[in-house]
Every structure is written in C-alpha cells, then in structure tokens.
C-alpha cells in the first residue's frame, strides 16, 4: 500500500476546462514533487516544492500551476491544457534529503487525458 | 550534468532464469544511483540504492545491484525470476544542481517474464 495518495485517479478534461490534481502524505516528509511520465517513457521532473515552497520548476508551462498549502498537501492546478498534456502525473515525496538518497515515495498516478 | 543510460528496452525471460539488466551512468567525482521499479498501472518503488560503502547493494525482492567505477556501470541482477517480476525497471542518478538534488532517470527497461 503506498502512502503517497493521489486523487483523481483518472481524470478526462477538455481543453477549456479547469481541474486539479490531489496529492496527500501523513509520513512528515518536507519535500514534495510532481512529475509528468508518458507512455512507455521515464518520469519527467516538473516542480519540487522544500518546506511548503517551491524550490524547483523544470520550465513547466503555466498552465500547470502547483500550489502546496500545507506540509501534507500538493496540488497542480490545470488549466487550457493541450492534447499533448495526456500523461500519468505522479506525485512524490520524501525527507529533504530524499533526493541525494533516493528515498522518493511515489502515488499510484492520476491519469490524464486531455480531449 | 549526470545522466544515466540503460542499454536495454525490453528483456524477455523465462521464469526461474537469471536476468541483468544494464546501466551505465556518467562519470563524476560522486554518484549516487538507484533503481526504481515500477508495476502496471502503478507509481515507482524504490528496489534498491548505492551511495557509498559497499558496491554490492541488495534490494527487495531478490534484487542487487553492482558499482563498478571503473565500468561506470550499475546493473541490476536476480538469480531466478519470476511472473510477478514483469514490470518496468529504471536506474536513475541524483545530480545536485544549484541549491537542490534532482533525480534523473534513464528510459527504462522493460523486464518480462514467461512461464
């Protein structure tokens, strides 16, 4: 059982749309992290957010805008996506010094599909 | 900036056979490395990581892994696999840029196995 959760776990959204993307940990890690995996393809990092800010945007388009309210909590706002956004958005999390040791704690994913 | 290369897209075996899978990551003076798996329809989980000491790492799962500075290698072995082994394995390295860590991963290998 992961105890990174994420919600929705299949989300379909037209391009016009606004919707978000729900991330929850209750291990009292730090960090957290968004990132963007295509098919058949490796994990894309997006943002990383130390301490409740953002310490880490990889030039994500604004139409993605992250937002982390507490400690426990990540979310990405999506807004005028593209087709080409489809993907599965997998949120992480870990210590601060999580990512020199690896110890990321990955959610099941939400799966996007834009129309 | 560090980077990781798997040599091979897909693996197919037979189970109970042994299976390595092959990673090669660029040089540095320090390296940190990881393989991550990842299960149908699922996030990733960490199997096992090398940060100093001992280059034979052992993971979940039967798994281990050797560093081999001289190679700059990380492959991942298992003696005898089985049908539940089948999913997408990928080594990845954390590279410190700026203030933060970030973790890279190579493209994949995806590992099946048959009865």
């Known amino acids: 059982d992961t105890e990174v959760t994420q919600t929705p776990k299949h989300l379909v959204m037209g391009m016009t749309n606004k919707k978000s993307l729900k991330c929850e940990q209750h291990m009292g890690h730090r960090a957290m992290y968004w990132y963007k995996q295509k098919a058949k393809k490796p994990p894309e990092l997006m943002f990383v957010?130390?301490?409740?800010?953002?310490?880490i945007n990889e030039s994500v388009p604004s139409r993605f805008s992250p937002e982390c309210p507490n400690s426990s909590l990540l979310n990405l706002h999506l807004h005028a996506l593209q087709p080409e956004d489809s993907a599965l958005y997998l949120c992480?999390?870990?210590?601060?010094?999580?990512?020199?040791?690896?110890?990321?704690?990955f959610g099941e994913g939400s799966r996007l599909t834009v129309l | 900036a560090q980077s990781v290369t798997q040599l091979d897209s897909q693996v197919p075996v037979f189970e109970e056979a042994p299976v390595e899978l092959r990673c090669n990551y660029s040089?540095?003076?320090?390296?940190?490395l990881f393989w991550y798996v990842q299960y149908p329809n699922q996030g990733l989980q960490l199997l096992l990581k090398?940060?100093?000491?001992?280059?034979l790492v052992k993971g979940i799962n039967g798994f281990e892994a050797e560093f081999n500075k001289s190679q700059t290698s990380f492959h991942l072995r298992k003696p005898s696999v089985h049908i539940s082994d089948t999913a997408e394995y990928f080594c990845a390295v954390s590279d410190f840029r700026g203030s933060n860590y970030k973790l890279t991963f190579g493209k994949g290998t995806l590992l099946t196995v048959n009865p």
């Open positions: 090398y940060l100093s000491g001992s280059t």
């Open positions: 040089s540095s003076v320090s390296v940190y």
């Open positions: 992480a999390s870990s210590q601060l010094t999580g990512v020199r040791t690896g110890e990321l704690f």
């Open positions: 957010y130390s301490y409740e800010k953002l310490s």
